[in-house]
């Protein structure tokens, strides 16, 4: 890749001091988004998914802290950012969306003038140019009659309408990066695929990069060019979403992927991961999955993979280090 | 919004019947009325005439309308004690209790509200912890202590503000006023701190803890998320939104500074309606009595109204289901 990447995080660490010591909750965290891709992010819940995410965008909530590592948002540094220099840069050049659009919004105002007090803060615009905006981007994520909706509350809409409201604030100053945290969640399952289907378009025509935090497989499929797996606070494999789904390197990733049910499944029992994953105090030594992960052997008890190359993905895990290629699958 | 305000006023007119019931039964429990207006010497006949001529001889049902229909023309009979219209004893007392409330109110509001979002969005500031510690004596200290130490502080020891009394009035129209005199307005320091000082801890603490809540909520991450100012998350989308158990409790507070300044008035010797119903209570003065308890009565009903209708205003969801139901 020779351009500069719209994100690019390196190391990242974020710890959680603790009067019983440290929490390291995300650990040696790596990636980049170009313009324009969508990066799946999937993993269990504690993985550390969104925290990333929060930290990428500069609202981790105290004690939380980023402990190492950089992010770089086209090239320029923005985890050491003071607090006043940060608040640009939220909403006009990273957009984040939530998980659920039902408490997104402040009930108290209409979302008209959420969406314009937004546009106002980020771009040079006159209320009545700020409300024409807020009309087209309505219009643009799909509500219907959006100069008579303008002026509603968020409780007069349904949930699949909120989060296009929320789409449309999140989009309002054109940002070159999206952070998607779980989007569709909290809907029904007809209306997440509009909703999928709306944010792959409109980041697809304005070349957005979309970081899309979600541990829905689906979702990830239908829409990531990228997927990256994480667990225990790592990156367990990264990769393009069709090798990451169907040709899987890490024994992880292959118990998520058996873990959804598919329509050529005659019956047959799903997979399941035995046990669950480990608790920040007591991530196991080596390789975090070792104690659960079917192909362990000595050296994944105490050593620690780091990302290895393999295929056109990176995957942590010494089944696909070279001088263990030969080792029992 | 008209239905929902007609619901409320129909509610608040029973509320007001109840009461009105109750301040009528206080006549009938405490023993013969004339017993209490005439002298030893006056003959049965006498009695008996008067008795006619005050209707308390009519059926009670037609007494307790008769009440109902004079109190609603504002005229509560005279006092046994001081033989004069109650109606003019409020009027002249009513205005002493109202500066002293609302000074109190707003002392309360204007800041407990602040100090309660500061201590909300610094939580762990020193100046938070000593704002927290000063709500705390504020809320445990009875009122007559405050009272009592604020005399012997600023009037005894330092001399530099009135132990009691409402200084100069100035009269205007029915009304009389110490607020636009320096005497006045040094008279009503004291007792207004007294009173206010609960009610602005306890505003304080309740505003601190909704903040609190509020700021954990979606909409204010997301509302930092898009960029917002500092200033705009908690001052536009966090207070607004902790604002309705705030009036809810300032509402009723409001209703209880006025109906319990009677410690405040005694103390302070304050010439209010407070005073007045303890000298009523020490008589056994009942058309004071009656007339004090449907008066703040009157004040809570309507405070709480004007909360229900501010409710409306302030969060748009109260406006459909208020039109729902």
Same mark, same amino acid.
């Given at each position: 890749?020779?351009?500069?990447?719209?994100?690019?995080?390196?190391?990242?660490?974020?710890?959680?001091?603790?009067?019983?010591?440290?929490?390291?909750?995300?650990?040696?965290?790596?990636?980049?988004?170009?313009?324009?891709?969508?990066?799946?992010?999937?993993?269990?819940?504690?993985?550390?998914?969104?925290?990333?995410?929060?930290?990428?965008?500069?609202?981790?909530?105290?004690?939380?802290?980023? *402990?190492?590592?950089?992010?770089?948002?086209?090239?320029?540094?923005?985890?050491?950012?003071?607090?006043?220099?940060?608040?640009?840069?939220?909403?006009?050049?990273?957009?984040?969306?939530?998980?659920?659009?039902?408490?997104?919004?402040?009930?108290?105002?209409?979302?008209?003038?959420?969406?314009?007090?937004?546009?106002?803060?980020?771009?040079?615009?006159?209320?009545?140019?700020?409300?024409?905006?807020?009309?087209?981007?309505?219009?643009?994520?799909?509500?219907?009659? *959006?100069?008579?909706?303008?002026?509603?509350?968020?409780?007069?809409?349904?949930?699949?309408?909120?989060?296009?409201?929320?789409?449309?604030?999140?989009?309002?100053?054109?940002?070159?990066?999206?952070?998607?945290?779980?989007?569709?969640?909290?809907? %029904?399952?007809?209306?997440?695929?509009?909703?999928?289907?709306?944010?792959?378009?409109?980041?697809?025509?304005?070349?957005?990069?979309?970081?899309?935090?979600?541990? %829905?497989?689906?979702?990830?499929?239908?829409?990531?060019?990228?997927?990256?797996?994480?667990?225990?606070?790592?990156?367990?494999?990264?990769?393009?979403?069709?090798?990451?789904?169907?040709?899987?390197?890490?024994?992880?990733?292959?118990?998520?992927?058996?873990?959804?049910?598919?329509?050529?499944?005659?019956?047959?029992?799903?997979?399941?991961?035995?046990?669950?994953?480990?608790?920040?105090?007591?991530?196991?030594?080596?390789?975090?999955?070792?104690?659960?992960?079917?192909?362990?052997?000595?050296?994944?008890?105490?050593?620690?993979? %780091?990302?290895?190359?393999?295929?056109?993905?990176?995957?942590?895990?010494?089944?696909? *280090?070279?001088?263990?290629?030969?080792?029992?699958? | 919004?008209?239905?929902?305000?007609?619901?409320?006023?129909?509610?608040?007119?029973?509320?007001?019947?109840?009461?009105?019931?109750?301040?009528?039964?206080?006549?009938?429990?405490?023993?013969?009325?004339?017993?209490?207006? #005439?002298?030893?010497?006056?003959?049965?006949?006498?009695?008996?005439?008067?008795?006619?001529?005050?209707?308390?001889?009519?059926?009670?049902?037609?007494?307790?309308?008769?009440?109902?229909?004079?109190?609603?023309?504002?005229?509560?009979?005279?006092?046994?004690?001081?033989?004069?219209?109650?109606?003019?004893?409020?009027?002249?007392?009513?205005?002493?209790?109202?500066?002293?409330?609302? @000074?109190?109110?707003?002392?309360?509001?204007?800041?407990?509200? $602040?100090?309660?979002?500061?201590?909300?969005?610094?939580?762990?500031?020193?100046?938070?912890?000593?704002?927290?510690?000063?709500?705390?004596?504020?809320?445990?200290?009875?009122?007559?202590?405050?009272?009592?130490?604020?005399?012997?502080?600023?009037?005894?020891?330092?001399? #530099?503000? $009135?132990?009691?009394?409402?200084?100069?009035?100035?009269?205007?129209?029915?009304?009389?006023?110490?607020?636009?005199?320096?005497?006045?307005?040094?008279?009503?320091?004291?007792?207004?701190? @007294?009173?206010?000082?609960?009610?602005?801890?306890?505003?304080?603490?309740?505003?601190?803890?909704?903040?609190?809540?509020?700021?954990?909520?979606?909409?204010?991450?997301?509302?930092?998320?898009?960029?917002?100012?500092?200033?705009?998350?908690?001052?536009?989308?966090?207070?607004?939104? @902790?604002?309705?158990?705030?009036?809810?409790?300032?509402?009723?507070?409001?209703?209880?500074?006025?109906?319990?300044?009677?410690? @405040?008035?005694?103390?302070?010797?304050?010439?209010?309606?407070?005073?007045?119903?303890?000298?009523?209570?020490?008589?056994?003065?009942?058309?004071?009595?009656?007339?004090?308890?449907?008066? #703040?009565?009157?004040?809570?009903?309507?405070?709480?109204?004007?909360?229900?209708?501010?409710?409306?205003?302030?969060? $748009?969801?109260?406006?459909?289901?208020?039109?729902?139901?």
């Amino acid at each position: 890749m020779t351009e500069t990447p719209t994100l690019s995080v390196r190391n990242l660490r974020i710890e959680f001091p603790t009067r019983r010591g440290t929490l390291v909750a995300v650990d040696d965290v790596s990636f980049d988004i170009a313009p324009g891709e969508v990066l799946g992010i999937v993993g269990e819940s504690g993985a550390g998914k969104s925290l990333t995410g929060t930290a990428i965008i500069g609202l981790l909530e105290p004690p939380g802290r980023i *402990a190492g590592g950089e992010i770089r948002l086209n090239g320029q540094r923005i985890d050491n950012l003071a607090r006043e220099a940060m608040r640009p840069i939220r909403g006009k050049r990273i957009g984040m969306v939530f998980q659920d659009p039902l408490t997104s919004l402040n009930p108290l105002y209409r979302i008209g003038d959420q969406i314009i007090e937004t546009i106002r803060t980020h771009l040079p615009m006159s209320e009545r140019e700020a409300r024409a905006r807020a009309i087209d981007l309505l219009t643009e994520v799909g509500i219907q009659g *959006a100069e008579r909706r303008i002026d509603s509350y968020p409780h007069e809409f349904s949930g699949g309408m909120r989060q296009r409201v929320v789409l449309a604030l999140a989009l309002c100053a054109e940002p070159d990066l999206i952070i998607a945290d779980e989007p569709t969640t909290a809907l %029904d399952v007809s209306i997440q695929a509009q909703i999928i289907q709306l944010l792959k378009r409109l980041c697809r025509e304005r070349g957005t990069a979309v970081m899309l935090i979600t541990h %829905d497989m689906g979702v990830i499929a239908e829409t990531a060019n990228r997927v990256a797996v994480m667990y225990a606070g790592r990156i367990a494999e990264i990769g393009p979403v069709r090798e990451v789904i169907k040709s899987a390197h890490h024994p992880y990733t292959r118990g998520l992927m058996g873990s959804i049910p598919s329509l050529e499944g005659t019956g047959d029992r799903l997979t399941q991961i035995p046990g669950s994953m480990p608790r920040l105090t007591a991530i196991p030594k080596g390789c975090a999955f070792n104690p659960r992960c079917p192909h362990a052997f000595d050296r994944c008890r105490t050593e620690r993979p %780091d990302l290895m190359p393999v295929d056109h993905s990176l995957a942590a895990c010494w089944l696909v *280090a070279p001088q263990t290629a030969e080792a029992p699958q | 919004m008209l239905a929902f305000t007609i619901r409320r006023l129909f509610e608040a007119a029973i509320v007001m019947l109840t009461v009105a019931l109750l301040a009528f039964v206080l006549f009938r429990f405490v023993g013969d009325p004339i017993n209490q207006m #005439v002298g030893q010497d006056t003959s049965i006949a006498e009695r008996e005439e008067l008795r006619e001529r005050l209707g308390l001889n009519d059926p009670v049902l037609v007494q307790f309308g008769r009440f109902i229909w004079n109190a609603a023309r504002y005229d509560f009979g005279i006092s046994y004690q001081v033989k004069r219209p109650v109606t003019s004893l409020i009027a002249e007392r009513f205005p002493a209790t109202f500066e002293l409330a609302i @000074t109190a109110a707003l002392f309360a509001i204007l800041l407990g509200i $602040p100090m309660g979002v500061y201590t909300g969005i610094h939580r762990d500031s020193w100046l938070s912890k000593l704002f927290l510690s000063v709500s705390l004596v504020g809320i445990s200290l009875p009122t007559f202590l405050i009272g009592i130490l604020l005399i012997y502080v600023f009037a005894v020891q330092l001399g #530099v503000l $009135p132990s009691f009394g409402r200084g100069e009035v100035v009269r205007i129209g029915g009304w009389t006023t110490g607020l636009l005199t320096a005497s006045g307005l040094k008279a009503l320091i004291l007792p207004a701190i @007294t009173l206010g000082l609960f009610q602005m801890t306890l505003v304080t603490r309740l505003v601190r803890s909704q903040m609190l809540e509020v700021l954990r909520t979606d909409y204010i991450k997301f509302a930092r998320a898009r960029g917002l100012s500092d200033r705009a998350v908690n001052f536009g989308h966090a207070l607004k939104n @902790t604002l309705i158990p705030v009036i809810t409790i300032i509402g009723l507070q409001l209703g209880a500074i006025i109906a319990f300044a009677i410690i @405040t008035e005694t103390v302070f010797q304050w010439p209010g309606m407070g005073l007045m119903f303890i000298q009523a209570v020490q008589n056994a003065d009942i058309p004071v009595m009656s007339a004090y308890l449907l008066l #703040v009565a009157f004040l809570f009903v309507l405070i709480n109204l004007i909360v229900d209708l501010l409710y409306v205003w302030i969060d $748009p969801r109260v406006r459909i289901y208020g039109r729902e139901a």
